[in-house]
């Protein structure tokens, strides 16, 4: 299976355009167009990015369509499963990051989430079905990690009340030996997590400040020497979100709604799976 670099630099940049839009209504892209034509165009633009750079570095177009099989969470997967929760969380950010952006265009409370979903879960499903045309074959596994990603991005921004409650976060330490850092699975952890703030009787006192994490990471599958190794953790951690949104930084307090920062918990893991 192909790595999740540029799946991972798409949403990046998807989602940095639908951060930045508010502060360029007057741009050429903007003028003249209306909200569904602007949904259109990125949508669009997303596609032809992906075909580009798909014919230029994975090979698309060489191959009769085909699908491949490469598992889920077992130890004898290329990366235990870590890719494919990286699948999950690519489309999930993507999905917040478009419904931003349909929000500042004016679609509705309902139809933001709903259209910002949508084009995150179809530009991720035009990259697998991409692949169907190279070497790496179409991978059901990643499309129903995309679908699971997208879905549950439209659950958490169409219902607020689910997202006042859980996260899905990343958690990377990066060692600075590994020349490609958006896939250095060795140093990353995936991570739910149940804020307290969430509820109105835990609202006061210490608990607003705290969440339960549950998290997975694996070990060991870049190293051909070393026993590849899976863990399940959970966690007592701080909800710096909250801590930053309440000290008038709202940008820093919704980037670490997706990213946790290393050592800001106390983690008990399993056994080795």
Same mark, same amino acid.
């Given at each position: ?12 940049? %998807?989602? =940095?355009?639908?951060? /930045? +839009?508010? #502060? ?7 003028? @003249?167009?209306?909200? *569904? ?40 997967t ?33 139809? %933001?989430? =709903?259209?910002?979903? /949508? +084009?995150? #879960? ?7 079905? @991409?692949?169907?045309? *190279? ?29 006042e ?16 850092l ?10 739910t ?18 969440? =339960? ?34 000290n ?6 919704t ?19």
């Open positions: 299976m192909k790595a999740l670099r540029t799946d991972i630099i798409v949403a990046a940049v %998807a989602c =940095l355009l639908a951060i /930045l +839009s508010p #502060f360029y209504p007057c741009s050429g892209f903007a003028l @003249g167009m209306d909200k *569904s034509q602007k949904l259109f165009a990125v949508n669009a633009g997303g596609v032809l990015f992906i075909t580009g750079w798909g014919i230029a570095n994975w090979d698309y177009g060489q191959e009769t369509p085909r699908a491949s099989r490469e598992g889920w969470f077992g130890q004898e290329n990366t235990g499963g870590a890719d494919k929760l990286g699948h999950f969380y690519t489309t999930y950010v993507l999905s917040h990051g478009m419904t931003h952006l349909c929000d500042t265009w004016g679609y509705s409370e309902t139809q %933001a989430p =709903l259209y910002g979903s /949508l +084009s995150a #879960f179809g530009l991720m499903g035009f990259m697998e079905f @991409g692949d169907a045309f *190279s070497s790496y074959g179409f991978s059901h596994e990643d499309f129903i990690m995309n679908t699971a990603g997208a879905s549950l991005g439209y659950l958490t921004k169409r219902y607020p009340k689910i997202s409650k859980l996260d899905f976060r990343l958690e990377y330490t990066p060692s600075f030996d590994e020349p490609d958006l896939t250095d699975y060795e140093n990353m952890k995936f991570l997590a149940l804020k307290f703030d969430g509820f109105r009787v835990l609202q006061t006192g210490i608990w607003q400040y705290l969440e =339960l994490h549950v998290g997975y990471y694996t070990r060991g599958y870049d190293d051909d020497d070393s026993d590849p190794r899976r863990y399940l953790y959970g966690g007592l951690g701080v909800n710096l979100s909250r801590i930053f949104r309440q008038d930084f709202p940008k820093t307090s980037t670490l709604r997706y990213l946790q920062i290393p050592n800001t918990d106390i983690q008990v893991r399993s056994s080795p799976l």
